[in-house]
């Protein structure tokens, strides 16, 4: 299928040819699973705890790719009376490392403070994304977003 839509979109770019690659199925690429955040609140501070696990291709494991992910803890307002977009509150900068194994298990540990957390009134609904991309081949990121948590800070 891979090989036919290729051939179609060479076609209708006026190109010449185009070289197929087509992967079996277990090369198709980096994933994420198993995302969840929690959230606990000790004194006037919260420690956010995201987790998921990070998979990877024989290929991308022989060939030591360098990959990075990044994690990240948002405030959903989407569809809320004065919502607009959900806000952005705290991130775990990318980190690039060597795929070596997989599955690989990542924790992303956040200490806030309720004022950070507290962008309105009543409860904060918050979730957490991880984004994992291929540095050695400049591919497309993918990222997963954890279940929704209510907290009140």
């Known amino acids: 299928m891979r090989s036919r839509l290729a ?10 040819a185009l070289t197929t690659v087509v992967c079996p ?16 609140q000790t004194g006037g501070s919260w420690i956010i705890t995201i987790r998921a696990t990070e998979t ?26 004065f919502g607009g977009s959900d806000d952005h509150l705290i991130q775990h900068g990318e980190e690039n490392f060597t795929v070596t194994r997989s599955p690989q298990n ?26 994992l991309r ?7 990121p993918v990222s997963i977003r954890t279940a929704i948590t209510t907290i009140d800070p």
């Open 7 to 16: 051939h179609v979109f060479a076609a209708t770019m006026g190109l010449a």
């Open 134 to 140: 291929n540095v050695s081949t400049g591919g497309n």
């Open 56 to 81: 990877f291709t024989p290929q991308e494991i022989q060939q030591r790719w360098t990959v990075a992910d990044n994690a990240h803890v948002y405030e959903r307002d989407t569809g809320e009376p």
């Open 25 to 40: 199925p277990e090369a198709e690429a980096l994933g994420i699973s198993r995302a969840t955040l929690t959230a606990a």
């Open 106 to 131: 990542w924790t992303w540990t956040f200490r806030t403070n309720s004022d950070k957390l507290d962008t309105e009134d009543g409860s904060e609904r918050i979730y957490g994304v991880v984004t």
